[in-house]
């Protein structure tokens, strides 16, 4: 007896993931990917008319586009799958025994949701009646107000992070990375870590939380805000940083507490 407990202690001292460490998180699964899918469904609603006005002319009316809640989460699950290759059933999902994956799927989740706001930033800045008139509501709002209430919801934190590039850092301050975010970002920015081994992030046991962070990319749609020419200002009044497609911009990061 005193032998395999001597065994367990070495084997959680050297495995910072393994099921000693796992198992708290591993039992919430079904509530935390469940109040993931709420959350990214509730904010989408609260800013169809209200806040944002996604789907809000100036005028009041609604605008003539497919911006409804379903239809934006729908076009989630396309980008999810294409993240994860993974079909997007919650019941299946919620069956998720293994904490890197459940944190790979709360996650993925909020990249696809910045994926999909951002390929329908036009849509969501035009007016039917007049023109431009820009909401706001981009890929870094979502993820912010989707974090806080994922937070409220289970008391799990997820937030956005970068290290920046030619000079300009987080836009935000509370975006700044921790020591293990630095880290880790450092390690997505290498030379030697190549998109598809980064894809599914890293995971770390540090103190009592479960740690996990996974890479963003820069698609297209994301070089009106961050491309170039670097230090122009952009129509959301942010400065460029001249980043090009497919260069890391940052990663999405979730702390989940183990007690």
């Known amino acids: 007896?005193?032998?395999?407990?001597?065994?367990?202690?070495?084997?959680?001292?050297?495995?910072?993931?393994?099921?000693?460490?796992?198992?708290?998180?591993?039992?919430?699964a079904p509530q935390?990917?469940?109040?993931?899918?709420?959350?990214?469904?509730?904010?989408?609603?609260?800013?169809?008319?209200?806040?944002?006005?996604?789907?809000?002319?100036?005028?009041?009316?609604?605008?003539?586009?497919?911006?409804?809640?379903?239809?934006?989460?729908?076009?989630?699950?396309?980008?999810?799958?294409?993240?994860?290759?993974?079909?997007?059933?919650?019941?299946e999902l919620k069956k998720t025994t293994l904490a890197k994956n459940i944190?790979?799927?709360m996650v993925s989740l909020v990249v696809a949701g910045r994926?999909?706001?951002a390929r329908h930033q036009d849509a969501i800045n035009k007016d039917d009646q007049q023109g431009f008139v820009p909401r706001k509501f981009i890929p870094a709002v979502f993820g912010r107000l989707t974090g806080e209430r994922l937070h409220e919801k289970v008391g799990v934190s997820i937030k956005q992070t970068t290290l920046g590039k030619n000079g300009f850092k987080a836009r935000n301050e509370y975006n700044h990375p921790d020591d293990f975010e630095h880290d880790t970002l450092s390690r997505f920015e290498?030379?030697?870590?190549?998109?598809?081994?980064?894809?599914?992030?890293v995971a770390k046991r540090i103190g009592d939380n479960f740690r996990y962070v996974k890479p963003i990319y820069i698609q297209p749609a994301c070089l009106k805000c961050h491309g170039d020419p670097i230090g122009e200002t952009s129509?959301?009044?942010?400065?460029?940083?001249g980043y090009k497609v497919g260069e890391v911009r940052g990663g999405i990061s979730i702390v989940v507490p183990l007690n």
């Open 1 to 28: 007896m005193i032998k395999i407990s001597v065994l367990c202690v070495l084997i959680g001292m050297l495995c910072p993931t393994n099921l000693f460490a796992i198992n708290p998180v591993t039992a919430n």
């Open 103 to 105: 944190t790979h799927i």
């Open 32 to 91: 935390y990917i469940q109040a993931i899918n709420d959350s990214i469904l509730e904010i989408l609603t609260e800013n169809q008319s209200a806040g944002y006005k996604i789907n809000v002319n100036s005028d009041g009316s609604v605008k003539d586009n497919n911006l409804r809640p379903n239809a934006l989460f729908d076009a989630i699950k396309v980008e999810f799958k294409d993240i994860t290759s993974w079909d997007y059933d919650l019941e």
């Open 115 to 117: 994926r999909v706001v």
């Open 235 to 241: 129509v959301y009044g942010h400065k460029k940083e």
């Open 190 to 201: 290498s030379k030697g870590w190549q998109i598809g081994d980064a894809e599914r992030g």
